[in-house]
Nanobody
Framework: QVQLVESGGGSVQAGGSLKLSCVAS????????MAWFRQAPGTEREGIGLIYTSPYYINSVRGRFNFVQDDDENTLYLQMDSLKPEDTGMYYC?????????????????WGQGTQVTVST
């Protein structure tokens, strides 16, 4: 079992930055695929990126968002720069044991409770 706890959300103006954290606890000895998802009001949850050894980002965030792994602290950070209003949503950390297979929700076993990000114009 792995527990995930996100933090770092908040409200910023467009063009600003936020850094989200996802701390893993429990069975952290086995290497995991980690991902970030987000869900805007009235929309389905979408994966925005994942990492096992190398990161992958969807087009809409590539170049603005960056994953930083701290294995000693079992923490995955999501550095978000040049934020846009369309980045607003609840951000979730997710994990699966072993390699990444896709950025679909169904392929992730463990989820955090989410942290809210609001970007205003």
């Amino acid at each position: 079992q792995v527990q995930l706890v996100e933090s770092g959300g908040g409200s910023v103006q467009a063009g600003g930055s936020l850094k989200l954290s996802c701390v893993a606890s429990g069975d952290t000895a086995t290497r995991r695929c980690m991902a970030w998802f987000r869900q805007a009001p009235g929309t389905e949850r979408e994966g925005i990126g994942l990492i096992y050894t190398s990161p992958y980002y969807i087009n809409s965030v590539r170049g603005r968002f960056n994953f930083v792994q701290d294995d000693d602290e079992n923490t995955l950070y999501l550095q978000m720069d040049s934020l846009k209003p369309e980045d607003t949503g609840m951000y979730y950390c997710a994990a699966r044991v072993g390699h990444c297979v896709s950025l679909f929700e169904r392929d992730f076993t463990y989820w955090g409770q989410g942290t809210q990000v609001t970007v205003s114009t």
